[in-house]
């Protein structure tokens, strides 16, 4: 019997991992392929769990921390999936701002596990405009330093640079990019893709089932400039319960608080890392799913609504380089004054707004195994 495939797609905040994990995910399914899907987040609401949920793929949610911190859950995840589903394939989603997986998951993995899954080769997925400002290839606001320095680590372990959202690009803004990124990071494999159109996906998966972990040291990190770089993001994870008595458009009404929130954020000067928002109706598997990825565009609705509601569940996912009590209280008071402008009552049932605390791995290996 062949042991199951465990695939990790990392990249920053924003990079579009979630669109490509479900694009893989229905790409090995249409293989006959069993899938078991684990997302990960330094808090409770997960945006990318209710996304994916709603595809009907088995999912685990890992919180209150990375992977790296949260190893024992990690296989304890995989286990229930296992027991659940016996899936042909693992794909597991870090934080977006974890770095060092290499060392302190697919390492630990193989030593430890080795005979139980098939460790893939490091695929990190990028943003291609935040990957042009933070390598000198384009002007634009973009984070401090220590952020940076969490950005760049996690292109420097990978096996697989992955561009996403090629179609923001022309032929020659990829072709310098490509180059900017293998040139500086030698050992790496660039695929350009398109996870929201699956244009390169087909590439990129046969060297993710054909390829191997890259058997090299582990690089080194600075583990104070990485938790100080974490600590520079405000992180708020909020629930709400809306309803109306009438029925209203939830895709206008998310998108319209979602500009909304943008315009708010341009205010406190907080570079935004990635904001997602679901709107799901309180019956069914519908939803709504609204994101922002950078300063300087607007707010996208991937995926709408079929029918008006009346009732409902919001999530928000907000990550941004800003202080957390300031979050906290935009996000909370343009919520109400949105909810009554589109006449409906808002409850919010749990929000969380915090700075992540300093990685703590359960193992690190710094030799290749």
Request: glycine letters at 8%; hydrophobic letters at 40%.
């Amino acid at each position: 019997m062949l042991k199951p495939t465990y695939i990790m797609i990392g990249g920053f905040l924003g990079a579009g991992k979630t669109t490509a994990v479900l694009k893989l995910a229905q790409l090995f399914s249409a293989q006959d392929k069993k899938v078991g899907l684990i997302t990960n987040d330094q808090s409770i609401g997960l945006v990318d769990t209710a996304l994916l949920d709603s595809h009907g793929f088995a999912t685990e949610e890992i919180t209150g921390g990375c992977f790296c911190c949260r190893f024992g859950s990690l296989i304890d995840a995989a286990d229930r999936l296992t027991t659940a589903t016996q899936p042909d394939i693992f794909l597991a989603e870090p934080v977006g701002s974890c770095t060092d997986l290499r060392a302190t998951v697919s390492y630990p993995l193989t030593r430890m596990y080795g005979e139980n899954f098939t460790i893939a080769p490091l695929s990190v997925l990028v943003d291609p405009v935040r990957a042009q400002r933070i390598l000198g290839l384009k002007a634009g606001k973009s984070f401090s330093s220590k952020v940076r320095y969490i950005y760049e680590k996690q292109l420097e372990e990978a096996d697989i640079v992955v561009i996403n959202k090629t179609d923001l690009l022309s032929a020659s803004e990829l072709d310098e990019l490509t180059t900017a990124i293998q040139s500086r990071y030698s050992e790496v494999a660039v695929f350009p893709i398109c996870a929201r159109t699956g244009e390169g996906m087909e590439a990129w998966t046969d060297a993710i089932v054909n390829g191997q972990l890259a058997k090299r040291s582990s690089m080194d990190v600075d583990y104070q400039v990485y938790a100080d770089g974490e600590a520079l993001l405000g992180w708020l994870n909020l629930q709400a319960n809306i309803n109306s008595d009438e029925e209203v458009d939830g895709n206008e009404w998310l998108l319209s608080f979602a500009q909304s929130l943008c315009d708010e954020l341009k205010t406190i000067n907080a570079e935004v890392a990635h904001l997602k928002m679901t709107l799901m109706p309180e019956f069914g598997n519908d939803l709504a799913v609204v994101n922002l990825v950078r300063d300087g565009m607007s707010p996208e609705i991937a995926y709408e609504l079929a029918d008006p509601l009346d009732s409902g569940e919001l999530l928000v996912n907000l990550r941004a380089e800003a202080d957390p009590s300031q979050l906290r209280s935009l996000v909370v008071e343009l919520l109400q004054s949105a909810g009554q402008a589109g006449k409906l009552n808002v409850v919010v049932t749990t929000v969380e707004a915090f700075r992540p605390s300093p990685p703590t791995p359960t193992h690190r290996l710094s030799g290749s195994v």
